[in-house]
């Protein structure tokens, strides 16, 4: 990787300095927090069979640390043997005192326009890492899984509704069902209440206009805690959220009787448990795309966790505004699409994450 995209880069600098160009190439690595520290924390489990909360914070920082310098060296004499055309005498580390110095200026400036804020949000969680994941730090990968259709009791015991999902065990957190409110087969039911199998809570139908009447059976289970689309719908219906999972992937205690399987245990057992009390419409095979940590590989969550964002909204005219007056260009054009729809579909960006190594985020609390 390093051969590759600094050859490119060289011969950039030097193209450019052919040019005429004053053209400055500042050398510098990258702390890479999440990747960092799970070599390291790899390394001392397969060297002393010990994990980072083994160690204090200090002295699992000490050794990060001097596994930087040494990975530091190493990089950089690769570059040095490419012979890239570095000014080598401003050799910079993200973590270095000048650019520390930078994050808690810019955080303050971004703070105070009122940029940045805390609360409880949806994010993408890695439970081996147990941290909250950027959007572009989660890769997706093709998978066979299986669509579980369920019937949901109505708690006059006039009938049920059908809803299916590749997530049987997150029907322990759903707090309503939806349909969209122009579907006939519903109406008569919006307002009514569903007898939730297995924990036995009463639920709200609900009408919500972002149902697809046409998908499925129209009907949509509501898992705020642990559904994007689900969170934004809780919020416009003001309906309660409830976790049922823990920091490292595992279902708790508002799992019940599941508490304490991971979240794929979980899946099969409540599968299992809908089968016993008679309420499995059917089960199909079903090929989609899953969330992956870009570093761990353990399957993203959906988790609600107060995190740090930044504020992305007042940034998007903007960057659209960019390309289309054309003081952007991308090349080729024809991936204009893809960045506007990128762009018009950005989330606030969680900044905060649950790491020892890295940047600590400028706050202090009485």
């Not at 969680?125 to 909250?132: E, F, G, L, M």
């Not at 059917?282 to 940590?293: C, D, L, T």
């Amino acid at each position: 990787g390093h051969a590759l995209v600094d050859t490119l880069q060289d011969v950039l600098i030097r193209w450019k300095r052919m040019q005429g160009f004053e053209a400055l190439w500042v050398p510098g690595t990258d702390h890479a927090g999440i990747a960092t520290q799970t070599v390291v924390e790899r390394d001392q489990i397969a060297k002393n069979g010990k994990r980072r909360k083994d160690f204090s914070r200090e002295e699992f920082l000490k050794l990060v640390w001097e596994w930087k310098e040494n990975s530091q060296k190493r990089i950089l004499n690769q570059l040095k043997r490419l012979g890239c055309s570095c000014d080598w005498d401003r050799l910079a580390f993200t973590m270095d005192e000048k650019r520390n110095k930078a994050v808690h200026t810019m955080f303050k400036k971004m703070f105070d326009d009122g940029l940045i804020y805390r609360g409880d949000y949806l994010v993408n969680w890695d439970p081996v890492t147990q941290t909250a994941l950027a959007d572009d730090e989660v890769e997706y990968e093709d998978r066979d899984s299986n669509l579980w259709h369920m019937r949901y009791p109505l708690s006059d015991g006039s009938g049920h509704l059908v809803v299916a999902t590749t997530r049987p065990e997150t029907m322990l957190g759903d707090t309503a069902v939806a349909v969209n409110p122009d579907d006939e087969r519903y109406k008569s039911l919006i307002g009514k209440t569903i007898r939730l199998p297995i924990t036995n809570r009463e639920i709200p139908i609900i009408a919500d206009s972002y149902v697809d009447a046409a998908f499925g059976t129209g009907v949509v289970k509501i898992t705020p805690a642990h559904d994007p689309n689900d969170y934004e719908m809780a919020l416009r219906q003001n309906l309660p959220m409830i976790n049922i999972m823990t920091p490292d992937g595992k279902i708790n205690e508002n799992g019940g009787e599941f508490a304490g399987l991971t979240m794929e245990e979980g899946r099969l057992a409540v599968a299992d448990t809908i089968k016993a009390l008679g309420l499995m419409e059917k089960v199909e095979p079903y090929h989609h795309r899953v969330g992956v940590s870009y570093r761990s590989k353990a399957v993203i969550e959906p988790y609600l966790s107060k995190q740090w964002f930044v504020k992305m909204s007042p940034f998007k005219d903007k960057l659209i505004a960019a390309v289309r007056e054309k003081k952007v260009h991308i090349i080729p054009e024809d991936w204009e699409s893809t960045y506007f729809h990128w762009i018009e579909n950005l989330r606030d960006w969680c900044i905060s994450r649950q790491l020892w190594w890295g940047h600590r985020i400028p706050i202090w609390y009485k």
